[in-house]
Nanobody
Framework: QVQLVESGGGLVHPGGSLRLSCAAS????????MRWYRQVPGKERELVAG???????NYADSVKGRFTISRDNSMKMVYLQMNSLKPEDTAVYYC??????????WGQGTQVTVSS
């Protein structure tokens, strides 16, 4: 059974930090590109960051220099370190696994709220 389980969301003040985690199971994790997306009500889900199985990364312009994606293939985990958080980072954050054919899986999401 494939599972992607996100954790680490919560309420944080502007300028604060959070670290999201995504635990994967039920598939060959090391063969998949891993991505973090986010979504706010009424808007489309947007790509935040991605990391290949080789460790190459890419980021949305809005988070470059503030967020860092990483993965641990031995633990089947992917992380998103979020620093200097802004109110506009408030969203539900989703973990996604994608194979070479573009097929993939989604997690259930974790809420991040940045507010004073």
């Amino acid at each position: 059974q494939v599972q992607l389980v996100e954790s680490g969301g919560g309420l944080v003040h502007p300028g604060g930090s959070l670290r999201l985690s995504c635990a994967a199971s039920g598939f060959t994790f090391s063969r998949y590109v891993m991505r973090w997306y986010r979504q706010v009500p009424g808007k489309e889900r947007e790509l935040v960051a991605g990391i290949t199985n080789g460790g190459s990364t890419n980021y949305a312009d809005s988070v470059k220099g503030r967020f860092t994606i990483s993965r641990d293939n031995s633990m089947k985990m992917v992380y998103l370190q979020m620093n200097s958080l802004k109110p506009e980072d408030t969203a539900v954050y989703y973990c996604r696994a994608i194979d070479a054919l573009g097929r993939g899986y989604w997690g259930q999401g974790t809420q991040v709220t940045v507010s004073s």
